[in-house]
């Protein structure tokens, strides 16, 4: 009898990880860039058990209701990476270790489906329980002391109270939808009540799935558009530039996006990281891309900086 593919993948799966894209540095056992979400140091993968292990200090994906972060196993990283559900997952393990024709947990599957309906009709009840950015409110407030100024986006809403460590916060939402438009996720940035960023521990947090090739569509495209991480440096980058700007909230989600029909040019506002995670995400989005539409690649010129920082010593060199 063919043995579950659970049973035959444990402690194979540095190996199957390593076959299936994602660089050996991050499966050492040390804090590395999420090669899901990016970022600095949160991923780190223990492989407990030889399951193929892991945890992220971001929300991400199917472990989008952990307050503390994203984990899971061997399983769930590739889930996550790919925006897929077991049943990809466990064909892209059996590409790797062979037998084709074995069984895929059906049981899983079902479970895990039933769970995705389940997340996407939170968000969607978030989403709907939340009301469009105006004048003044905490949401506006924050925006404007990041940008100097906000130009309203239906992509983004004030929710006045929702659950942070048991406690009711203000935050801001931002709508990541797939390539087809359709919502698939939210972020939330926390926020006090002067209109700041929450202190502590996580004052962003991402609730359903971010798939790939999606983005927050903060403005109507046209023949040309504009790609950057974070929701803040898309603002700013269109406000520089002149150009429409959509969020990709993150280097591993710019690397994967897809821009939308009747687009011609992608501008590729990079982020300046030390550890030149937000360069090799724009470098290799451009390159991606190339051939199918023009692009030009912009990267802040000091390091450890976005548009939003080049933004805001603009507008504090404009009023001193």
Same mark, same amino acid.
């Given at each position: 009898?063919?043995?579950?593919?659970?049973?035959?993948?444990?402690?194979?799966?540095?190996?199957?990880?390593?076959?299936?894209?994602?660089?050996?540095?991050?499966?050492?056992?040390?804090?590395?860039?999420?090669?899901?979400?990016?970022?600095?140091?949160?991923?780190?993968?223990?492989?407990?058990?030889?399951?193929?292990?892991?945890?992220?200090?971001?929300?991400?994906?199917?472990?989008?209701?952990?307050?503390?972060?994203?984990?899971?196993?061997?399983?769930?990283?590739?889930?996550?990476?790919?925006?897929?559900?077991?049943?990809?997952?466990?064909?892209?393990?059996?590409?790797?270790?062979?037998?084709?024709?074995?069984?895929?947990?059906?049981?899983?599957?079902?479970?895990?489906?039933?769970?995705?309906?389940?997340?996407?009709?939170?968000?969607?009840?978030?989403?709907?329980?939340?009301?469009?950015?105006?004048?003044?409110?905490?949401?506006?407030?924050?925006?404007?002391?990041?940008?100097?100024?906000?130009?309203?986006?239906?992509?983004?809403?004030?929710?006045?109270?929702?659950?942070?460590?048991?406690?009711?916060?203000?935050?801001?939402?931002?709508?990541?939808?797939?390539?087809?438009?359709?919502?698939?996720?939210?972020?939330?940035?926390?926020?006090?009540?002067?209109?700041?960023?929450?202190?502590?521990? #996580?004052? @962003? !947090?991402?609730?359903?799935?971010? +798939? $790939? *090739?999606?983005?927050?569509? =903060?403005?109507?495209? &046209?023949?040309?558009?504009?790609?950057?991480?974070?929701?803040?440096?898309?603002?700013?980058?269109?406000?520089?530039?002149?150009?429409?700007?959509?969020?990709?909230?993150? #280097?591993? @989600? !710019?690397?994967?996006?897809?821009? +939308? $029909? *009747?687009?011609?040019?992608? =501008?590729?506002?990079? &982020?300046?990281?030390?550890?030149?995670?937000?360069?090799?995400?724009?470098?290799?989005?451009?390159?991606?891309?190339?051939?199918?539409?023009?692009?030009?690649?912009?990267?802040?010129?000091?390091?450890?900086?976005?548009?939003?920082?080049?933004?805001?010593?603009?507008?504090?060199?404009?009023?001193?």
């Amino acid at each position: 009898m063919q043995r579950k593919i659970g049973d035959r993948v444990q402690g194979r799966w540095t190996e199957i990880l390593s076959a299936l894209g994602i660089p050996a540095a991050a499966l050492t056992g040390k804090h590395v860039p999420c090669p899901v979400c990016g970022g600095k140091d949160r991923f780190r993968f223990d492989d407990k058990d030889g399951r193929g292990t892991w945890f992220c200090a971001q929300q991400h994906g199917t472990d989008s209701s952990n307050p503390s972060g994203s984990a899971g196993n061997g399983f769930r990283l590739l889930m996550d990476l790919n925006a897929c559900d077991f049943s990809k997952a466990a064909r892209l393990v059996e590409s790797v270790i062979g037998a084709k024709a074995a069984p895929v947990d059906r049981l899983a599957e079902l479970e895990h489906r039933h769970d995705q309906a389940e997340t996407l009709a939170a968000v969607w009840a978030m989403w709907r329980s939340a009301r469009p950015i105006v004048a003044g409110d905490l949401a506006d407030q924050y925006l404007r002391k990041r940008l100097g100024a906000y130009v309203p986006s239906r992509a983004l809403r004030f929710h006045p109270a929702v659950s942070r460590n048991g406690q009711p916060c203000a935050v801001m939402l931002a709508a990541f939808v797939d390539v087809h438009g359709n919502l698939a996720g939210l972020q939330r940035t926390f926020l006090t009540q002067h209109g700041d960023k929450a202190p502590g521990h #996580a004052p @962003r !947090l991402t609730m359903g799935s971010l +798939p $790939a *090739g999606g983005a927050v569509r =903060l403005a109507r495209h &046209d023949k040309v558009l504009g790609i950057a991480e974070g929701v803040e440096t898309a603002l700013a980058a269109a406000a520089l530039h002149g150009v429409p700007c959509w969020s990709a909230l993150n #280097a591993g @989600r !710019l690397e994967a996006w897809e821009p +939308p $029909a *009747g687009v011609t040019k992608v =501008l590729i506002f990079g &982020d300046n990281d030390t550890n030149n995670v937000g360069q090799s995400a724009a470098s290799a989005l451009a390159q991606r891309l190339s051939g199918l539409v023009d692009t030009q690649v912009m990267i802040p010129p000091l390091q450890e900086t976005d548009w939003n920082d080049v933004h805001l010593s603009m507008l504090s060199r404009l009023s001193a």
